[in-house]
């Protein structure tokens, strides 16, 4: 998502709070961590504020070692990048962020219909997937309940998951989830659908791999069982 905030996190948490914070403020002695909860506000002569925070509230462990933040951003920072609020998981011992999950502005969600995401970071800081939450209203008219994004070491999609509504499934086919395959070029190469139950149980197929030309055209598929065994057109 904000790859400067990303990198922000990793790094201001590791200093003294009072450095970048007006305030800081503990609420609560011990946490599900272990550790403290203090909350931070900023105005615009910090640091944090300048990046679009102006507050946050940091978890601790029992070591004192940070390993959660919530960040509430300015009105800045949302109106341009569509997020209000952002939360930052770490591995305290290599002070790295391990998870990242975004929630957007009411404005954002009605217009792109995503009620949350989430990166997945590795041990380099480099997000190996996504995953896309949706809302009532897109989530009703699209029948996505969920989406996962799959990127390679240059951030290329490799790999999409999308799963469907029960509502969805009933009403095309019992597709339950797709899988899509992507090549270097970004093109779709190969396709998984896998098949409700009530679907399994009526025709005996559980999933249909589809595999595609370079234009995108299915041009063989194949059929297996509730076992995994390829059936016989």
Not at 191 to 218: A, C
Request: hydrophobic share 30%.
């Amino acid at each position: 998502m904000n790859k400067t905030l990303r990198a922000l996190i990793v790094y201001f948490k590791g200093m003294s709070a009072p450095v970048f914070a007006e305030t800081e403020k503990i609420i609560n002695n011990r946490n599900e961590y272990g550790g403290e909860i203090s909350v931070s506000t900023y105005s615009s002569g910090d640091v944090w504020y300048k990046f679009g925070v102006s507050k946050d509230i940091t978890y601790l462990d029992s070591a004192g070692k940070v390993v959660k933040v919530e960040y509430f951003h300015t009105d800045k920072f949302a109106r341009k990048n569509g997020v209000a609020k952002s939360i930052g998981y770490g591995d305290s011992n290599r002070r790295k962020v391990d998870k990242m999950e975004y929630f957007p502005t009411d404005k954002f969600a009605r217009k792109n219909g995503r009620l949350k995401h989430i990166e997945h970071l590795d041990s380099d800081g480099k997000v190996v997937r996504g995953e896309y939450f949706y809302t009532y209203k897109s989530t009703q008219k699209n029948g996505r309940s969920k989406c996962i994004e799959y990127y390679d070491s240059d951030g290329k999609v490799v790999k999409m998951e999308t799963f469907f509504t029960d509502d969805f499934s009933q009403q095309n086919g019992g597709i339950a989830k797709l899988n899509e395959y992507l090549d270097n070029n970004g093109k779709k190469v190969k396709s998984e659908l896998f098949l409700t139950e009530e679907f399994v149980q009526k025709k005996g197929v559980s999933k249909v791999i589809g595999y595609l030309d370079s234009n995108g055209k299915t041009v063989k598929e194949e059929y297996y069982d509730i076992n995994g065994s390829l059936l016989k057109k």
